[in-house]
């Protein structure tokens, strides 16, 4: 899931680089982005028999089960880490671009 988000950022980057001086066209592809982003995830947790509600839900109900999952398997951990690292880079990268060109 966080790989989807991070693809976001990216291709919202890359959106705002090719039209940040186009705020009309910018934030237009931005929100055709961001639709696609919401169809992927509602996809994503379809696929899985679930929603976005119901896999919040298990998470805070179970989260005491799922720290010590992550205890207990450090690479696995390390892997989220990494992606949610990756995801935050991009994201402030994305916010810092859009404030720089005056999309916010």
């Known amino acids: 899931m966080l ?3 991070a693809d976001f950022y990216s291709t919202m980057i890359g959106l705002i680089n090719q ?5 009309e066209t910018c934030n237009t592809k931005i929100s055709q982005e961001r639709q696609l982003l919401i169809n992927n995830l509602n996809a ?6 679930t ?7 298990y998470c805070s109900s179970n989260r005491a089960a799922l720290e010590k999952f992550f205890t207990e398997n450090p690479a696995f951990q390390t892997t989220l880490d990494s992606a ?4 935050t880079s991009l994201a402030n990268e994305a916010d810092s671009l859009m404030t720089e060109k005056g999309l916010k």
């Open 3 to 5: 790989d989807i988000n």
């Open 19 to 23: 039209y940040g001086d186009d705020i």
């Open 51 to 57: 929603t976005t509600e119901e896999y919040t839900k």
């Open 84 to 87: 949610k690292a990756e995801f």
């Open 44 to 49: 994503l947790y379809a696929d899985n028999n």
